[in-house]
């Protein structure tokens, strides 16, 4: 019912942009906070960035100044905008929705939902 489709990623050069799009579709009630993980071979997953509903934001120290988090919350999308991009940059990336609620069964169900992974590689 519920579908995290992400898009944006691709091969882009050192110093570069590239900006991802998350958007969750389905019958959903309601999403809490939304955010960016990813993922290098050989290495565990990490934070990126995240956003709530409120429009607070935390990003990884690695991503600071380069990469901005935004979201729309009137059509379910979270959005990562990546400038400056490095060849430590790349990943797969994650879309992760933290608390996203539907109805259904005559009830609200909440949990969390990730998304299939975009893949980003920075080379020259």
């Known amino acids: 019912q519920v579908q995290l489709v992400e898009s944006g990623g691709g091969l882009v050069q050192p110093g570069g942009s590239l900006r991802l799009s998350c958007a969750a579709s389905?019958?959903?009630?309601?999403?809490?906070?939304m955010g960016w993980y990813r993922q290098a071979p050989g290495k565990q997953r990490e934070l990126v960035a995240t956003?709530?509903?409120?429009?607070?934001?935390n990003y990884a120290d690695s991503v600071k100044g380069r990469f901005t988090i935004s979201r729309d919350n009137a059509k379910n999308t979270v959005y990562l905008q990546m400038n400056s991009l490095k060849p430590e940059d790349t990943a797969v990336y994650y879309c992760?929705?933290?608390?996203?609620?539907?109805?259904?069964?005559?009830?609200?169900?909440?949990?969390?939902?990730w998304g299939q992974g975009t893949s980003v590689t920075v080379s020259s």
């Open positions: 956003i709530t509903s409120g429009g607070s934001t």
């Open positions: 992760n929705v933290d608390g996203l609620a539907t109805y259904y069964g005559g009830h609200y169900h909440t949990r969390d939902y």
């Open positions: 389905g019958s959903i009630f309601s999403i809490n906070a």
